[in-house]
Each structure stands twice: as C-alpha cells, then as structure tokens.
C-alpha cells in the first residue's frame, strides 16, 4: 500500500512517518514530500484548524489537555501539532509538551506530535503547513497547532489555522497597551487562562481588558467576530463556551464565505512565502558566493568606503549576475 | 592573636608554597555545595562562628554538639534496616532472622502500588506489585507482616507518604487486632508528602490536600498516639536525586516549617507535637561535609522552632535517622560499596545520628540478599563494639576545620530557606517547581563531574576492576506475587461485609467534603476490610489525583565538557547524522509503572540533548502501551526506557509487543537504563533490547552507542 492511501486509512505509524519525510531537510525527502503533499490535497478532509498561541507559562498544553480531554469525550478525533522552542545553544531540544497532555496523550482517538521549532522564525517549524494537510487527510475533526507566542510567530501562525486563538493569563491585560495592532488583528479568540482560585477576579478584569481592547477592531471588521473567553484548564471549566464559539464562527464564515475566501487568501500567503524562501535562499547562496561581504566590511572599517556605498556596489554586482 | 601564631602561621605558608611549588596558598572549591575547603584551619576561623555556640555543650541550645548529653556514652544509636520484599510473609520472615541477630527497630519498605494507593489488582500496576517493597492491600496483610511481632514493644517506622491514611491505619488496626492499644504504638511514619513532589513522585492528591492529610495525621497522633512520631522529614531522597548537601538541608528544614505551620493552623500548640517530629537524611561520601551537615541540621532547627514560640526544650530538639547513601553505590566492583558504606556509617555516627540503616553493597543492583544484608548490619555491629566511637560525644567538636563547615553550611542553608520563605513557604515553592528545578541542575552537574573525570569513582571511571566480580543477587517472579495478592484481594472481598465497607468508604469521602479530621474515617473503613485502594479512590473522588508538570533543565551538563573530545565527537556525530538523515536523532525518555525516581531520565534527556539529540520527555506513570502510542506518533529513532524498581522484567516486554502491534515494521530501538541485574541481561536481548545501561554507566559513551546504534539500523 502506498503512504498516502495509508494515511488516508488512518494509520498512526504511517501519519508519523509522513509527518517526518515533510519536515525533513534532506533534498530526496523534499521531492518525496510534494508529491505526498499533492496526492493528500486532492483527497481533503473535513478537519477544522484551530491555533493555539500564547506567551511561555500561560498554560497553553495544560489548557489544550484540558479542552483536548473534553473535546475526545464527545467522540471527536484530535490531532495537534506542538511546536516546541528548541534550545539554541546545542541545536538539540527537550519536547517535554507530553507530560502535560497526560490523558489526551493515551485516547485512541488523538495523535499527538511534537516537533522542535529549531528557532526558525515565528516558532513554526518547516513542515507544519504539510503535517496538517497530512492530519486532514488522515481523517481528524480538529488539528490543534500550539505555537509559542513571539512577537512575529502569530502572523505566520494564523495563516495555518480557520481559527487563530491567544492564550493569555490573568494580569496580561496590562501589556495590551504594548501589543498594539499585532495580535489583536490576528486572533479570533482571546482565551483568558487560570479562572480559578485565588486569580478569578484577575482573570475577569484581564477578560474586560481584552473587550475594551478588540472593541475597537469589531467597528472596522464587520466580517470577522473577536471573542474574549474564561476558562480554567486546571477545573476544566468554560470548554463549552470555548468549542461553541469555535463552531460559530466556523458556521457563520462558512455561511458568508469568508471561510472558503480564508483559506484561499492563506493560500496566496504560503505561495508567497515559499517563492521567498527559496529566493531567499538563492541569494544568500549567491552573497555568500561572492564573498563581498567580508570583503567590504573590512573597508568600511578602514575607512576606505562608506556603507550606504558598498551596499550599493554590492547590490548592483548581485543584480548583474 | 599572639604574634607567635602569627609567625607560625607566616612559615607554615611558606612552607606549604614550597611544598606544593604554588606561589600562593589556595582553597579547593570542588565541592557541590560551593564551598571552599582550605588546605589548614587555625583558631583564627573559629572567630567567624555566628551559628554556632563555641561554649554549648551536647544536650544543651543549640544543640549543635548532639540532641542528649549522654549520647552513645549511655545508649548507642538505633541500628535500623529498611526492608520489605514482595510479600507480607516474606518480608515477617526477614524481620525477626533480624531481630534475632541484634537489629533492635523495625523498618517497612512497601511496593510502588501501595505507595500510590492502587491495589495488587489494578491494570495500571501490573508490572509493579511487589517491586521495591512489600505489597499491603488490606489489613489482612499488615497483619501477617508484624505475626509474631508484638507491636506494643517494637518501634516500627513506614516508609509511606502517598497512601499515608490506608496504611498507617492498617497498623493501628493490626495492633488492636494483636489486642494492642494505639497509644501503646511506637514507631514512625513518613508522612512527609512535600519531599514526594520535588524527587521521589509517589504522591497521590495534589500539594494542598496532600498537606491537609499530614496535618491530620500530625494532629491525631499527637491526641491518641504519644509514642508515635507523626512525620519523618526526610532530606534523604534530596540527595538521592542529587541535590548537594546545602540544598537537602535547606529543603529539609524549609519543609519542616511548612509541616510545623500545618499543624499549628489546625489550632495545636507547637509544643504539643513539635517533639514527635523526626528527620531523615542521606549521608553520602563526601566525610567531613557530611558530619557538618548533621551538627548544622540541629543548630538550624533550635533556630527555627524558636522562632515559631516553642517552649519545651523537647521541641527544639531534632532527632534524625539517617541512611547511607544509595546513589553512592555503584554496580561495577561492587564490593567498594562496603567501603563506601562503611565510612558514610562512621560520618552519620561522628555527626550524631540517632538511628541508621547502612546499604547493602547489592543494592546497586537488586533487593538485597541475607548475606549482604548480614554485612551491612555488620557494619554498625563492629563500630558500636569495634572502635570505640561510642565513648566520647561529639568527639570533633572544637575542630578548626569541622566548627567553621558547620557554619558555613548553617549560614548558606539559612540563605535558601529565606528565599523559600520568601516565596510564601513550601508548599508554594513546590507548585512552582523550583526546588525540583535546582536539585535536577545539581544532580546534572554531578553526573557532569563524574562523566568527565573531574571527580573520581573508584571502580567506575578510574582504577577499574578488569575482572568485574559477579554477584547473586535475589530474585523476584513479579507475576507469581501479583496473583498471590489477587488471590488474597478476592477472598477478602467475598468474605467482608460489603455494606460495612460501603458506608465506611462515603462517610470517608464525606469527611474530605466537609474537612473534617480523615484519619478515625479511614481506620473504620480499613477495620471493615476495604482495600488500600478503595480508601484512596474515595478521597479520590474529593481531591482528584495528582499530575505533575515537568521543567527542565539545558545546558548544565555540556558546560562541563566545553572542550572535551569525546563530547564534542558525539556532537560532531550528531551533526553528521542531521545531515544525511534529513533531521536529528530522536530518542524518547521514558519511565514506566509506578516508580517516579526520575533522576536518571532526567540527566539523560538534558545531556542528550546538550549533545544535539531531540529529546521527547514522556510523563510519569505511562504505561507501556501508552509509550509505544507515543513513540510511534513522534516517529522517533529510539526509546530509552529508565528503570530503578525492578519492573523491567514484566513492562519493557509489553512494550516491544505494543510498538509491533502499533507498526510491525518498526525499526525503533529500545534500550534500558538504570538497576538492572546482569542475571536479567540476557532476557532482555531475548526480548530484543539493543543496549543496557546500568548505575554508573558514562553518558557521553552511552550516548555515543545510541547513535551508533541508530545509524546502523538506518542502513
């Protein structure tokens, strides 16, 4: 049988090892990939892409065990996507996301991977678009994509998901002032963590805080609806409200089209992303082939040249090639 | 000073210069806890005492010299050896060879299952019944445990922290049933659940119910039970994991406080308990260190319960047990652990120990046998008549050099009980999962210094043994013991009466609702013959069980080997492997059953992945079903799974089963680290483990076979 028909069968062995020839850097398994890719496109799913985002600490794999756990008890199948910074200083890396995903981790009806972010920008990996239409086709209702909130990983992050969603916690609502347009343009749902004990009444005024803040945007975007939601992972409480808004969202876009439009739009983004990765890519083979750069560093040092000179030297000759 | 010790000390420098051909004199700082040892002491060192009463007597505040004035010139120190093996009978059997050949308490080690509050017959223990201690599912057994033991004469102390309710009722029931009044009971128990979740996992409620339960039991001892010591706070497992001595001091008494709080918030006078709690504390090889730690424990204590208003002088005082160290036991040339043991034995005796169980030079490796257990007790039968320790008490006080380590001990434990103190005390500090944190940073850095030769093992990474002696060590057939306890487990329940047992079990679960004392609850309920199991499940029901996250720590370990060959060799290897394979190796770290002795798993996984290696960290507790679900949706190269409680016979099996039934085409390597006896070697190649990796073993090398191994079976 052939990888993908495997896939298409739901074979776990078989979805992991797809998952690793589309994050592989290896030129043999890059070919072999897009051509799974293309097979597993022409056989799409029905899974709805939710991402997880948020700063370290907030409790994001506690609350996805959580929502995970509850989702599973209504006979959904789950897949998720745990991106996990790597440590940079040794390129080698701990996924300890798993030993927060204890229950989730056991249910038949889950497939879990982790991968290293291998600090490649935004916190998503290579290979994470692919790994969810491999999960889609594999027959998932949900695919969960946990990322690690910096800065510019949301852009890169909402552009996988049909719902991109921010976990923060009590308190955070104080930095709202910092975040600016960013990630408020990019969420869908503001998921304020740790609603229980001690931080209720935080949680309640950082949920306030994030109304107030997306107010703003709700005026301008009639399409698209923001929501702020409480929860506590720890107690497992406001998971109702949390799968109720995602499938209401689902259903309106998909009533306005704004989900198909979403995708397609997404599509445009990841054309355009690739196309300047490899060009990007060429050219820094091509800078680093002419050796240039060493070259007028020391001149500008020595006072031989100036920068904004040698920048356009350097660019011309590149050009010229 | 006199100027005549000033020109002394003056040539005895320009001696030792041109002795040592150095132009000045300097300290030696390799010491775990950062603290530097001088070549010489002097009468000058003595004037930074700040802790220590230079003019205090022993039996006299703050007790640094000993917690009696008489110490073992009167009675000598209590030789007291763990143990429990598999079944209840067994385990009788062992216990009074022992007490007839001079051992005078009793010590019960039970199995993983009790200890977590499962029963021989629950599906998620399979592999552990009857592993690292004796299975105790009803009073039943506790009563066959201590036949022929009167338990009104007897002290007995129970290793037991989790299931703390079941059990110790299980033994005030046992004692009436020998017609024995609880408050005729003397002995200890554990109860010290902080310590549970920062190193030793065989907790079973999250922290602040788990407090409640020691606070109750504290509370109820200290009213019905007076001989009974409610609590055992133990810094011994701290240093097991790897925490250095400042760290399990500090830990220990940071605990202590958190305990002291615990009861005093239930309304008791600090007096009316503080008398009955006891510590516990490792003692490794580390000589000198060692005997300071135990003599600045005192100093600290008086300190602190001072502090918390105590009067009686009783409370004031702590009493400690103390254990030879276990992770100072190596399984290559395992004889040097009598050595080794012996001489931890004689700093827990210099340092003022009121009991101790010295190792078995086996334990490396297994349960020991009779015979090694007969030369452990040995050891202490030949320093109490041999040596003649016993005539003086405190027989270093006044030494320049051991004065001036109590006090740097004392000054630098104080440092870090401030800062917990700080964070809002124990309890808080453990949610947190900082002192986890630190004693896993501490353990890497030891392991680093062994790794890279900084620090010398004998037999391990220097003066080798070229013929390894083998050892006999005891066997245990995991399967027979769990159907013996089933067996047991379905007589009981077809015999009880199960309307007793039901109401005893919701009156229980009610007092957890209503936060009432649980303790009289769950002694009713044992008296009625539920299970260790069915108590628990019914507090279960109010507090939920615990799971803990896990933190790590990175780049600890490569640190140590900046510029070292070999390490830099399994990086470079790392690197080739990336570039031919399209990623990095992967290797999942799993422990398996019911043991939570993560140490290990945790070195490894930091120093993997300090050497390039993506490393998946699975939770505690999998199953090995659930491992091989894992492992097969990460796709990754090998499994290494971390063993010390002997399950490895009945778990890594049904491992290699679920990975074939998951994919039967998997390439997936499996090897095997921690205590594992060389007899078993064989099983488990036949179960196809690719390597073996016991106590001791170099991590740069094992490393390096992993990827070997990997790579060659990617060809």
Redesign the interface.
């Known amino acids: 049988m052939e990888l993908a028909e495997k896939i298409i069968n739901g074979e776990r062995a078989a979805i992991a090892k797809a998952i690793t020839l589309v994050e592989s850097s290896k030129q043999d398994d890059r070919i072999e990939s897009r051509k799974l890719i293309s097979q597993l496109i022409d056989n799409p799913g029905k899974s709805i892409r939710v991402g997880f985002s948020g700063p370290p600490g907030v409790g994001k794999s506690t609350f996805i065990e959580s929502f995970g756990s509850y989702l599973v008890g209504k006979e959904f199948k789950l897949g998720i996507l745990a991106i996990d910074p790597s440590s940079q200083i040794t390129g080698g890396s701990i996924l300890g996301d798993k030993t927060r995903m204890i229950e989730i981790s056991k249910n038949p009806n889950t497939f879990i991977r982790s991968t290293p972010s291998r600090g490649s920008l935004g916190g998503i990996s290579n290979g994470t678009r692919e790994a969810s239409i491999i999960l889609d086709a594999a027959g998932f209702d949900y695919i969960f994509i946990e990322t690690v909130g910096v800065g510019q990983s949301e852009v890169v992050a909402s552009n996988l998901v049909d719902i991109f969603s921010l976990i923060v916690g009590p308190g955070s609502g104080d930095e709202l002032q910092g975040i600016k347009k960013g990630i408020t343009e990019y969420a869908d749902i503001f998921i304020v963590n740790k609603n229980d004990g001690n931080l209720k009444i935080e949680a309640s005024k950082t949920a306030a805080d994030y109304k107030s803040a997306i107010s703003y945007y709700k005026k301008n975007e009639d399409s698209s609806s923001k929501e702020v939601l409480l929860v506590s992972a720890i107690e497992q409480t406001g998971m109702d409200e949390v799968i109720n808004t995602i499938q209401g969202i689902v259903l309106q876009n998909k009533k306005n089209n704004s989900f198909e439009s979403k995708r397609s739009e997404q599509l445009k983004f990841w054309l355009s992303e690739e196309v300047k990765n490899i060009m990007q890519l060429n050219i820094q083979r091509k800078i680093d082939k002419a050796g240039s750069i060493g070259h007028f560093s020391d001149r500008i040092i020595n006072g031989d040249i100036s920068m904004y000179d040698a920048i356009e030297t350097i660019t011309n000759k590149l050009q010229n090639e | 000073m006199t100027d005549k010790f000033r020109e002394n000390f003056g040539n005895w420098q320009k001696s030792f210069e041109k002795e040592t051909k150095q132009s000045s004199v300097k300290a030696n700082s390799d010491t775990d806890e950062g603290i530097e040892i001088k070549p010489v002491y002097t009468k000058d060192d003595l004037k930074k005492l700040s802790f220590v009463e230079e003019n205090s007597l022993p039996g006299q505040w703050p007790y640094t010299r000993g917690p009696k004035a008489s110490m073992y010139t009167n009675r000598p120190w209590t030789i007291r050896q763990y143990a429990g093996f598999s079944t209840a009978e067994e385990s009788n059997e062992f216990y009074k060879k022992n007490l007839e050949s001079g051992q005078k308490g009793l010590s019960v080690a039970f199995d993983l299952p009790t200890h977590r509050g499962y029963d021989s017959d629950d599906d998620l223990v399979m592999g552990d019944v009857g592993k690292a201690g004796v299975a105790i599912d009803t009073v039943e057994d506790m009563k066959i445990l201590f036949n022929e033991i009167p338990l009104d004469k007897m002290s007995v102390s129970m290793t037991m922290n989790g299931a703390v309710l079941p059990v110790l009722s299980a033994f005030v029931v046992a004692g009436e049933e020998q017609n024995v009044k609880k408050n005729l009971l003397s002995g200890t128990i554990q109860n010290d659940i902080l310590k549970e979740f920062m190193v030793r996992n065989t907790y079973i409620y999250p922290p602040e119910p788990s407090m409640k339960i020691v606070a109750d039991i504290i509370e109820f001892t200290s009213k019905e039970m007076p001989k009974f010591n409610s609590i055992s706070i133990s810094g011994y497992h701290m240093q097991e994991a790897g925490a250095d001595n400042v760290l399990e001091l500090a830990y220990t008494l940071a605990d202590g406080m958190e305990y002291v709080r615990a009861a005093m918030s239930k309304g008791l006078n600090v007096d009316n308990f503080a008398p009955r709690l006891s510590f516990f504390f490792a003692i490794g090889t580390d000589f000198f260190m060692e005997i300071a730690k135990l003599r600045a424990a005192r100093t600290l204590w008086s300190k602190i319960m001072k502090d918390f208003g105590a009067k009686n002088e009783k409370s004031l005082i702590l009493r400690t047990h103390c254990q030879t160290s276990g992770v100072s036991l190596t399984e290559k040339d395992p004889y040097n652990n009598i050595i080794r043991t012996s001489y931890e034995a004689m700093s827990a005796i210099l340092g003022g120990t009121q009991s101790l169980h010295t190792n078995s030079f086996d334990e490396a490796i297994a349960l020991p046998t009779d015979e090694s257990a007969r030369i452990a007790r040995n050891t202490q039968l030949i320093l109490q008549n041999e040596t003649g320790v016993t005539k003086t008490v405190d027989p270093l006080a006044g030494s320049y050099f051991v004065e001036s380590l109590t006090e740097e001990l004392s000054q630098k434990a104080w440092e870090i009980i401030q800062e917990i103190e700080e964070l809002g005390g124990m309890t808080k500090a453990v949610k947190a999962g900082i002192p986890k944190l630190k004693i896993e940073e501490s353990a890497t850095k030891k392991q680093a210094k062994v790794d890279s030769g900084n620090r010398v093992v004998v037999g391990v990474n220097k003066f080798k043994n070229p013929k390894e002696p083998s050892v006999d060590v005891r066997v245990i057939d995991n399967n027979k013991v769990r159907d013996d306890q089933i067996k047991k487990i379905e007589e009981i329940k077809g015999t009880r009466n199960q309307k007793a047992v039901e109401k005893s079990l919701s009156d229980l679960t009610n007092a957890a609702k209503e936060n009432s004392n649980l303790l009289a609850y769950s002694i009713e309920a044992i008296k009625n013959r539920a299970t260790i199991g069915e108590v628990s499940k019914a507090l279960e029901e109010v507090y939920g069980r615990h799971?803990?996250?896990?933190?790590?720590v990175?780049?600890v370990y490569?640190k140590h080997f900046e510029n070292d060959e070999d390490f830099m060799n399994v990086?470079d290897k790392?690197?080739g492997f990336?570039k031919?394979?399209?990623?990095?190796p992967r290797v999942l770290i799993v422990k398996m059953g019911q043991d939570g002795h993560d140490r290990g798993a945790k070195i490894v996984?930091?120093s993997?992945?300090?050497?390039?290696?993506?490393?998946?960290?699975?939770?505690?507790f999998q199953?090995p079903?659930?491992v091989a679900?894992?492992a097969?949706?990460?796709?990754v190269h090998a499994i290494g799974v971390s063993t010390l409680a002997a399950g490895h016979k009945t778990l890594v099996p049904e491992l290699m089963k679920s990975l074939k039934e998951?994919?039967p085409?998997?390439k997936m390597i499996v090897f095997v680290g921690g205590v594992i006896p060389e007899q078993d070697y064989d099983f488990l190649y036949k179960n196809n483990i690719s390597a073996i990796f016991g106590p001791g073993s170099n991590i740069i090398e094992s490393a390096e076979k992993v990827i070997d191994l990997i790579s060659t079976n990617l060809e």
């Open positions: 799971f803990a996250t896990s933190l790590s990175s780049g490569g990086k790392v690197e990336e031919s394979n399209g990623r990095r996984a930091t993997f992945a300090d050497m390039g290696f993506d490393v998946d960290m699975g939770p505690l199953s079903k659930d679900k894992d097969i949706e990460n796709d998951l994919d085409n998997s």
